[in-house]
């Protein structure tokens, strides 16, 4: 007889209403598939990273979002967010016309990407177009961490 053992490598799939609980749901997510999957390690900065990309989506644009957890061979996560805007902000965007400058350290506010450069291992982002014909399009921002 021949047993199936799981696999190592997995995705979890979530669309976001634009509303302000979205981080939230976000975490709480992230925070179950974790623990279900035995990566309660890496929770807390996954469902932080997590919280600051979802909460800029919902802040910045007028769309739902989704999110997208993946395992990655070598115990490597995969955060991946969606929303309706096509403009990368920094430090996800590579060419100088696609950037929004990153916050301040002393900021206010938008402090939250910048919390991605310093905890993720990688990120990066890529615009998928849209404008006014075509909203849907938008742009795919993206980190990881462990392993």
Same mark, same amino acid.
Do not use: Q
């Given at each position: 007889? *021949? =047993? %199936? #053992?799981?696999?190592?490598?997995? $995705?979890?799939?979530?669309?976001?209403?634009?509303?302000?609980?979205?981080? *939230?749901? !976000?975490?709480?997510?992230?925070?179950?598939?974790?623990? #279900?999957?035995?990566? +309660?390690? %890496?929770?807390?900065?996954?469902?932080?990273?997590?919280?600051?990309? $979802? =909460?800029?989506? &919902?802040? /910045?644009?007028?769309?739902?979002?989704?999110?997208?957890l993946t395992a990655l061979a070598g115990g490597r996560l995969r955060v991946g967010v969606w929303d309706s805007d096509p403009?990368?902000? +920094?430090?996800?965007?590579?060419?100088? *016309?696609?950037?929004?400058?990153? !916050?301040?350290? /002393? !900021?206010?506010?938008?402090?939250?990407?910048?919390?991605?450069?310093? &905890?993720?291992?990688?990120?990066?982002?890529? #615009?998928?177009?849209?404008? =006014?014909?075509?909203? *849907?399009?938008?742009?795919?921002?993206?980190?990881? =961490?462990?392993?």
């Amino acid at each position: 007889m *021949r =047993t %199936v #053992s799981p696999s190592d490598t997995w $995705v979890y799939a979530l669309r976001l209403p634009h509303d302000p609980r979205a981080a *939230r749901v !976000a975490r709480m997510t992230v925070r179950s598939v974790l623990a #279900s999957h035995g990566r +309660a390690e %890496v929770s807390e900065t996954v469902e932080l990273l997590t919280s600051e990309m $979802v =909460t800029n989506s &919902y802040l /910045h644009t007028h769309g739902p979002a989704s999110l997208r957890l993946t395992a990655l061979a070598g115990g490597r996560l995969r955060v991946g967010v969606w929303d309706s805007d096509p403009r990368i902000p +920094a430090p996800f965007g590579r060419p100088p *016309r696609d950037r929004v400058p990153i !916050a301040p350290v /002393h !900021a206010d506010r938008g402090r939250g990407l910048r919390l991605v450069a310093e &905890y993720a291992d990688s990120w990066g982002g890529v #615009s998928l177009g849209g404008g =006014t014909l075509d909203r *849907r399009a938008g742009k795919l921002l993206w980190f990881e =961490t462990g392993g």
